[in-house]
Structure formats: structure tokens, C-alpha cells
């Protein structure tokens, strides 16, 4: 009888980390100075979530790369699971900065250039699975989706930091300002520095999830072929 | 302006946002371990 792997204990550590950034966020990091009310502390979690994103699709174009000179199926599904988990990250990054800007400028939706980039984004990598879905050759997918992968990333960098810095923008100033400083109050910045990591943890988690499930797939596919 | 109380039930909502997100990664943890086991 084969023995059962046990469940890793590093979840668990999530599990509490991330519950403390929530208690942090809420009850430990001070009300921030000219936002409306209690609006400024969905930063801990819009901040992170934007910050998943990009990362994601960091990965996306590397494990993209790696495929376009390995030619190692794998490497597509890192490259699905990391468009995938960036795609969810950008939409939820989204919906709470449409909620800040209601709170903040009475509208879920200003036609401001981080909200018109963001959804320019959203679409980009919308058609990085809308092409995955119209083939159905494995190799062909990989090949095509990889390289789509790779144009769709050239945009990535100035939707996210370019577009946003060059038109004027209700949007607050980001982590690190156009003067190259942090402006924020030190426990707002340990809560978010918390964050940040959590978020990155629950993303680390997800896409080993999702390259696993991915993996089992392919052997599966493999071995009924032969 | 919301206040101290209502701080405490978006506190509360995202918590069990939380716990959501994190018992189902948990239980698709699982799911993949036992397919990997029985390859």
C-alpha cells in the first residue's frame, strides 16, 4: 500500500498571514489623510491584486518564451495558468478600484486613463484565450498562444505605467510618486508590504495549483494517445 | 462616512471572502494530489 502525501503546512501559513493583513488593514493602519471616509484602505487590496497581475503576466511571457525555444507543452500550461490567474487579478484590481471611485468621485466608472488601460489590458489577454479556445491542436495552441503571449506583453508595461503617468489622472499617486518617494504613513506601508506578500503567496499557490492540474492532464492525454 | 461599525462588517465580509477563497484552494490542493497519486 503506497503511503499518502500529507497536505503541506505552508497553506496554513497563508491562512494566518493573510487573515492578519486583513485585521491589519481594517483596525491597525490609521485612516488615510484626504480620502473620504474609510475609502483609502482598499489599497491593502487593490494595490496587491494590480501588483499579482503584472506579475502574472511577468510569468505569462517567460513561461511563453521558454516554450517558443523548448517546445515543452508544460511550459504552455505555465503560461495558460499565469495569463489566467493575471487575467482574475486585473479584473478584481478593477472592481475595487470601481469602488473607490465611488465612493471617491460618485461613479463606478470615470473614463480615467488607468480605468480606460486597465480594461484595454483585460481585452488583450481576453484574446490570448479566446485564441487558446478557437484551436483545438495541441502544439498549433501552444505555438500561436505563445507568440500572441509575447506581442500581448509588449503592451502590458505601457498600459499599466506609461499611459496612466502621461494623461492627467483622478487617480491617486502611486507607491512610489512622480517625485521617486513613498509618501504613506509607516504602518499604512507595513500593512501593505503585508499585503503584497500575501497576495503574492496566494498567487504562488494558485499557479502551482493550476500547472499540477495542467500537468496530470497532459500525461493523461499522453498516455491514452500511446 | 461609514463608521467604526460598519468597518467591522466589511472587516467581517472579507474575512469570510477569505476563508472562501482559501478552503477551496485547499480542497482543489487535495483533489490534485490524489490525481497525482493515481497516475
Given at each position: 500500500?503506497?503511503?499518502?502525501?500529507?497536505?503541506?503546512?505552508?497553506?496554513?501559513?497563508?491562512?494566518?498571514?493573510?487573515?492578519?493583513?486583513?485585521?491589519?488593514?481594517?483596525?491597525?493602519?490609521?485612516?488615510?489623510?484626504?480620502?473620504?471616509?474609510?475609502?483609502?484602505?482598499?489599497?491593502?487590496?487593490?494595490?496587491?491584486?494590480?501588483?499579482?497581475?503584472?506579475?502574472?503576466?511577468?510569468?505569462n511571457l517567460i513561461a511563453s518564451l521558454r516554450y517558443l525555444?523548448?517546445?515543452?507543452?508544460?511550459d504552455d500550461?505555465r503560461a495558460a495558468?499565469a495569463a489566467?490567474?493575471?487575467?482574475?487579478?486585473?479584473?478584481?484590481?478593477?472592481?475595487?478600484?470601481?469602488?473607490?471611485?465611488?465612493?471617491?468621485?460618485?461613479?463606478?466608472?470615470?473614463?480615467?486613463?488607468?480605468?480606460?488601460?486597465?480594461?484595454?489590458?483585460?481585452?488583450?489577454?481576453?484574446?490570448?484565450?479566446?485564441?487558446?479556445?478557437?484551436?483545438?491542436?495541441?502544439?498549433?495552441?501552444a505555438?500561436?498562444s505563445s507568440s500572441y503571449a509575447v506581442?500581448a506583453f509588449?503592451?502590458?508595461?505601457?498600459?499599466?505605467?506609461?499611459?496612466?503617468?502621461?494623461?492627467?489622472?483622478?487617480?491617486?499617486?502611486?507607491?512610489?510618486?512622480?517625485?521617486?518617494?513613498?509618501?504613506?504613513?509607516?504602518?499604512?506601508?507595513?500593512?501593505?508590504?503585508?499585503?503584497?506578500?500575501?497576495?503574492?503567496?496566494?498567487?504562488?499557490?494558485?499557479?502551482?495549483?493550476?500547472?499540477?492540474?495542467?500537468?496530470?492532464?497532459?500525461?493523461?492525454?499522453?498516455?491514452?494517445?500511446? | 462616512?461609514?463608521?467604526?461599525?460598519?468597518?467591522?462588517?466589511?472587516?467581517?465580509?472579507?474575512?469570510?471572502?477569505?476563508?472562501?477563497?482559501?478552503?477551496?484552494?485547499?480542497?482543489?490542493?487535495?483533489?490534485?494530489?490524489?490525481?497525482?497519486?493515481?497516475?
Amino acid at each position: 500500500m503506497t503511503e499518502r502525501k500529507r497536505s503541506p503546512w505552508w497553506p496554513w501559513v497563508l491562512f494566518a498571514w493573510m487573515a492578519l493583513v486583513i485585521w491589519a488593514a481594517f483596525f491597525y493602519a490609521p485612516a488615510a489623510k484626504g480620502f473620504k471616509g474609510e475609502s483609502a484602505r482598499i489599497v491593502f487590496f487593490h494595490v496587491p491584486q494590480a501588483w499579482v497581475a503584472v506579475l502574472a503576466f511577468c510569468v505569462n511571457l517567460i513561461a511563453s518564451l521558454r516554450y517558443l525555444r523548448r517546445r515543452d507543452l508544460v511550459d504552455d500550461a505555465r503560461a495558460a495558468a499565469a495569463a489566467r490567474l493575471g487575467l482574475v487579478f486585473s479584473v478584481l484590481a478593477t472592481v475595487t478600484g470601481s469602488l473607490f471611485a465611488k465612493v471617491m468621485w460618485g461613479s463606478f466608472w470615470n473614463w480615467d486613463p488607468r480605468e480606460v488601460s486597465i480594461a484595454i489590458l483585460l481585452l488583450v489577454y481576453a484574446a490570448y484565450f479566446a485564441l487558446r479556445e478557437s484551436i483545438p491542436d495541441d502544439e498549433r495552441r501552444a505555438s500561436l498562444s505563445s507568440s500572441y503571449a509575447v506581442l500581448a506583453f509588449v503592451t502590458m508595461p505601457f498600459l499599466v505605467f506609461v499611459v496612466p503617468r502621461i494623461y492627467w489622472s483622478l487617480h491617486p499617486d502611486t507607491l512610489i510618486n512622480a517625485r521617486g518617494s513613498i509618501d504613506m504613513e509607516s504602518r499604512m506601508f507595513q500593512v501593505l508590504m503585508g499585503a503584497l506578500a500575501g497576495f503574492t503567496g496566494l498567487f504562488s499557490w494558485l499557479y502551482t495549483l493550476d500547472v499540477r492540474l495542467a500537468r496530470v492532464g497532459l500525461k493523461r492525454r499522453q498516455s491514452e494517445e500511446s | 462616512m461609514p463608521g467604526p461599525e460598519s468597518l467591522v462588517w466589511v472587516a467581517a465580509v472579507t474575512v469570510v471572502i477569505w476563508i472562501g477563497v482559501f478552503f477551496y484552494c485547499l480542497a482543489l490542493d487535495r483533489r490534485v494530489r490524489r490525481l497525482e497519486e493515481g497516475e
